[in-house]
């Protein structure tokens, strides 16, 4: 089992640049999580899909981010533009309804 | 809304001597508890959790937690740590048990001393 696959692992881009973090959950899970990691706020929720279709994303912070999940096996998050207080550690989790949330290694960003 | 407390920041414990991770909780119906650990520049694994049952539950790597309703706490425990035992640790609560979002502590920090 290759766990929750996230690329890239590390990503340093340029305010205003569009950034794009992209998750692979474990085959057979439903839902997906994407959380955000500061050390100012610690873990947060940002959205999670239940059968590739958005449950909550009352965690997003403003509309340069969005979130999709075409298929079952990949999801994307995406910032546009960037902006320095963007920097953090990005993880996806998936479960298969198990009770049980599965987590990615993470993406490291910087944005400049 | 659920929220999660973790008071101590950073613990420093010896090596062979025991553990205790404080975790208080608010939320208002019966919770699913969760204590996940995070060495530096990994993910999260997740060491052990609470959903119904029996309030001790066992984990990985010798590891146990007890849940007390009364106190609202899920503390982490382990007699023993070792080394490899320094890492970042997190306590969690859910409402649908893991099929909804997670919401974390900020996080107990793990230095074992030789």
């Known amino acids: 089992d290759a766990g929750v696959i996230q690329s890239p692992r590390h990503e340093v881009t340029e305010m205003g640049q569009e950034v794009t973090l992209r998750c692979k959950p474990i085959?057979?899970?439903?839902?997906l999580f994407w959380y955000r990691q500061t050390m100012m706020r610690g873990l947060e929720l940002l959205i999670y899909f239940n059968n590739n279709v958005p449950i909550d994303d009352s965690g997003m912070p403003e509309d340069r981010f969005s979130a999709k999940m075409p298929n079952a096996s990949f999801s994307t998050l995406k910032i546009q533009p960037s902006e320095p207080r963007d920097s953090a550690v990005y993880f996806c989790?998936?479960?298969?309804?198990?009770?049980?949330?599965?987590f990615g290694p993470g993406t490291r960003l910087t944005v400049l | 809304a659920q929220s999660v407390t973790q008071p101590d920041i950073h613990i420093t414990v010896s090596e062979g001597a025991s553990l205790e991770l404080r975790c208080n909780y608010s939320?208002?119906?019966?919770?699913?508890l969760f204590w996940y650990v995070q060495s530096p520049g990994q993910g999260l694994q997740l060491l052990l959790k609470?959903?119904?049952?029996?309030?001790l539950v066992q984990g990985i790597k010798g590891f146990e937690a007890e849940f007390k309703r009364s106190q609202s706490s899920f503390n982490l425990r382990k007699p023993s740590v070792h080394w490899s035992d320094a890492a970042e640790y997190f306590c969690a609560v859910g409402s649908g048990g893991g099929a909804d979002g997670l919401t974390f502590g900020k996080g107990t920090h793990l230095i074992i001393q030789p």
């Open positions: 609470y959903f119904s049952g029996d309030t």
């Open positions: 989790a998936s479960t298969a309804d198990s009770l049980l949330q599965f």
């Open positions: 085959s057979g899970h439903n839902s």
């Open positions: 939320y208002g119906a019966t919770p699913y």
